[in-house]
């Protein structure tokens, strides 16, 4: 399938939404709103050599999902373009900063302010220093106390002078700590200033692909919900298919000024489907060779079984795969 055909298919998706709303909602969320979720797919599962078992499950899609999230509005490249195969490398967009300078300005002020305060209250020699004095004046003095207790063999009080001692330890600490922290304050403004600055001098940032894979502007939330890895914890009733999700390309175009993209990993991907009845997976197990075919894609897709997970009488069994995304996502 082209990429001219994969994006028309996709516009005649986004086209119908109204029309089968009350029909086929489910399979509208699965298969078009969110760009994660497979509805449907009916799965293949090998019992013998002379007969396949099928059944028709729901399934959500895993995929690796580096998500970008830019420094002011994205103006895109004139080829970028949902769906598109890139290189790593490929410039996406340039991020124009200029619009947040105001409030550039004005949170580099106040982090001057605060600057200058903490500053100030660090560089003055009597604001811990006299507390470190007094508190260490008033252990020697506790220390001659208990001395002279037990030279005259007085043991009378010696314990409250213990208690006396330990609280000033735990005093010299906090000043001890306190002082710490003023000056690593300190530290992160000036940071956080360096950064500002950088980015107030820089009033263009570009923006480039760091993988190759597949670029995409849909962003629903789940790129770090469903992530490819401890597939042990994807059971049936932490699988959570979605009910409602509008697309920013719902409207069939793409807006050129974004603030987030995605690059996806299209050599590896994963389905987790959502079996009602796990006696149908006990002749199978991680490793396996399993064949689904999705909803309205007349292709016998083959994968490899990654895990099983059986709870409450139900299972999820996971998927992968390595060609072919691109018509799924």
């Known amino acids: 399938m082209s990429y001219e055909e994969r994006k028309q298919r996709r516009l005649r998706r986004k086209k119908r939404r109204n029309l089968f709303v009350l029909s086929i909602f489910v399979l509208l969320v699965a298969r078009s709103a969110y760009g994660i979720l497979v509805k449907n797919p009916k799965t293949v599962l090998p019992k013998a050599e002379e007969y396949r078992d099928v059944i028709t ?48 300005n004005e949170e580099l002020e106040e982090i001057n302010r605060a600057i200058s305060i903490l500053e100030d209250r660090n560089q003055d020699p009597n604001i811990f220093q006299g507390d470190i004095e007094s508190l260490e004046a008033s252990q020697d003095e506790l220390i001659r106390e208990i001395q002279e207790k037990i030279n005259n063999k007085d043991y009378s009080g010696l314990e409250e002078l213990k208690a006396k001692i330990a609280h000033n330890d735990d005093k010299l600490e906090d000043v001890s700590r306190e002082n710490t922290l003023l000056a690593q304050s300190i530290r992160s403004l000036n940071d956080r200033k ?18 190759a894979g597949i670029l995409s502007f849909e962003i629903d939330g789940y790129e770090k919900l469903y992530i490819p890895r ?47 009845n796990p006696k149908v997976l006990d002749a199978h197990e991680p490793g396996d060779r399993l064949y689904i075919k999705v909803e309205d894609i007349d292709r016998e897709l083959a994968g490899n079984i990654v895990a099983i997970n059986k709870s409450n009488k139900k299972a999820v069994c996971v998927v992968r795969f390595n060609s072919y995304l691109m018509d799924y996502y």
């Open 57 to 104: 499950a729901q399934a959500v899609l895993i995929m690796d999902e580096n998500l970008v999230e830019t420094d002011g509005d994205l103006r895109l490249e004139s080829d970028m373009e949902e769906g598109m195969r890139i290189s790593k490398g490929h410039k996406i967009g340039v991020a124009d900063i200029v619009s947040n300078i105001a409030s550039l």
């Open 194 to 211: 360096n950064i500002i600055l950088e980015q107030m001098n820089k009033n263009k940032v570009n923006y480039y692909s760091q993988d």
């Open 230 to 276: 401890e597939f042990e914890n994807y059971t049936y009733d932490r699988l959570q298919i979605p009910e409602d999700y509008e697309s920013p390309l719902a409207g069939g175009g793409l807006d050129r000024s974004l603030n987030k993209f995605k690059i996806i990993n299209n050599f590896d991907w994963y389905l987790a489907i959502k079996i009602e």
